[in-house]
């Protein structure tokens, strides 16, 4: 098993609680052979990563599924959003609309074990949320695919009239229906609402602040609160 899931299995044991040693004698290997796996410095054997899934309560695919960050595809879900009915006016908070990326990202995740965007999720105060958010941002601002309205602290997001004939050729149907299902859930709901709900999922519980958090992690979350 190839080695750029090491740090996921150092997050999962740390997580979980579980000392180097501990998991080592699991595995039936020493305690320098084990962190060197965490290291990325050997390979896990197909049984070794049976064992480490066993352990953690994690599927193989989730641990085994590459996620690489796709920005471009992060921007069109922003547009595809902003596209559903967010709100009665079209304008959605932007910490709002953040939990609802991120809800969308990982409830594309438990239900096929791969992200939409691949983005780093990063536990931040208000809830998950990967760095180039605002850059993303910006740049559909300055394209003028969406619009921002400033209110004191406040920022309203709403499509601008360079997204009428965009188009999300990276994306496809049912990854559009999902986050309609998604917003239509909490059109009508407060951003505290959707703050304290992402707080209390797993994912978010099991994260230090400004850690990444692992997709894998949503595997494990009851089905009433992926989203």
């Known amino acids: 098993m190839s080695t750029k899931y090491a740090s996921t299995i150092k997050k999962l044991r740390r997580k979980g609680g579980f000392s180097q040693l501990s998991v080592a004698k699991k595995l039936g290997l020493s305690r320098h052979q084990y962190m060197a796996v965490e290291r990325g410095n050997r390979e896990l054997s197909l049984d070794e990563a049976e064992k480490i899934c066993d352990i953690f309560g994690i599927s193989m695919p989730s641990l085994t599924k590459a996620t690489e960050p796709n920005y471009e595809k992060y921007k069109q879900m922003i547009l595809a959003l902003l596209s559903t009915p967010v709100s009665e006016d079209g304008k959605i908070p932007k910490t709002k609309l953040a939990k609802l990326l991120y809800l969308s990202d990982f409830a594309w995740f438990y239900e096929n074990l791969e992200s939409m965007s691949g983005m780093q999720y990063l536990r931040r105060e208000y809830g998950p949320v990967p760095d180039p958010y ?16 400033h209110k004191g602290d406040a920022m309203l997001i ?48 099991l994260c230090s602040p400004d850690e990444v958090i692992p997709y894998g992690l949503i595997t494990q979350e009851d089905p009433q609160h992926v989203y």
């Open 134 to 149: 605002f850059r993303a941002l910006a740049e559909l601002e300055d394209e003028g695919k969406i619009k921002i309205d």
């Open 158 to 205: 709403f499509l601008g009239a360079g997204a009428v004939h965009e188009k999300l050729n990276l994306m496809d149907e049912k990854e559009i229906e999902l986050m309609r299902k998604i917003s239509l859930k909490w059109k009508d709901k407060r951003t505290p609402e959707i703050v304290s709900f992402t707080h209390q999922q797993l994912p978010y519980k």
